[in-house]
């Protein structure tokens, strides 16, 4: 298992377009987080899952955002109608959920998202 | 409401000089305190965490952090630095309810004079 995989790593979109990313976790672990970050600003928590079930949401998380984790497996994120605010980078991450272990992500390089 | 501040938003220092970038954070109970490097267009690395116990905690690369309850403060240290430390840092705190969600801070970039 080579970690925590992203795709794409890069997309550039025009305004008011979907667009959908995609999460690989870590084999055995049951946890995957979606974060977004903006430039000079530290990641902000969107959503979680544990297995398949989508556990919290952000505020941050608008109607025009869904994300899935289908078999507990693999992960997407969608966009709908792009914003320009939308630009940021995604980044994704898993853990285990045993108590503290909860805690020790591992992150993948994120999808950098430009909303033009 | 949980919170975790980097006074700090840039720090310059001189190779082989040594480095402390502070964090502090707001939380009722006994956190869970992390530290994370990212290097530019990459996620986020691990450098270390303090969950309980000896309150001076040991990471990667060289670094060491040390969690002060009575200052609510976890700042990261490294007494010499290298080139290749040049990278944004962020502290975080795990929020409460066991979720794993993590709040961070909004980072420290370093910046390493030859």
Redesign the interface.
């Known amino acids: 298992d080579t970690g925590?995989s992203?795709d794409p790593r890069h997309k550039i979109t025009k305004r008011g377009q979907n667009v959908t990313f995609r999460c690989d976790p870590i084999s055995e672990h049951n946890?995957l987080?979606w974060y977004r970050q903006t430039l000079?600003?530290?990641?902000?928590?969107l959503t979680?899952f544990q297995n398949e079930a989508q556990?919290?949401k952000s505020r941050l998380l608008s109607d025009r955002f869904s994300a899935e984790r289908p078999k507990g497996s693999f992960s997407t994120l969608e966009i709908q109608r792009t914003e320009q605010g939308d630009s940021a980078m995604y980044?994704c991450a898993s853990?285990l959920?045993r108590?503290?272990l909860?805690?020790?992500?591992t992150?993948?390089?994120?999808t950098?998202l430009t909303v033009v | 409401a949980q919170s975790?501040t980097q006074p700090d938003i840039h720090i310059t220092v001189s190779e082989g000089a040594s480095l402390e970038l502070r964090c502090n954070y707001s939380y009722g109970a006994t956190p869970?305190l992390?530290w994370?490097v990212q290097s530019p267009?990459?996620?986020?690395?691990?450098l270390l965490?303090y969950?309980s116990g000896d309150t001076l905690v040991q990471g990667i690369k060289g670094f060491e952090a040390e969690f002060k309850r009575s200052q609510s403060s976890f700042n990261l240290r490294k007494p010499s630095v290298h080139w290749s430390d040049a990278a944004e840092y962020?502290c975080?705190v795990?929020?409460s309810g066991?979720?794993?969600?993590?709040?961070?801070?909004?980072?420290t970039t370093l910046q390493v004079k030859p």
């Open positions: 925590v992203q946890r987080y000079g600003q530290g990641p902000e928590f979680y556990l919290e980044l853990s959920s108590g503290s909860g805690y020790g992500y992150f993948g390089s994120g950098r | 975790v869970y992390f994370y267009g990459q996620g986020l690395q691990l965490k969950f962020f975080a795990g929020a066991n979720t794993g969600k993590l709040i961070f801070g909004q980072g």
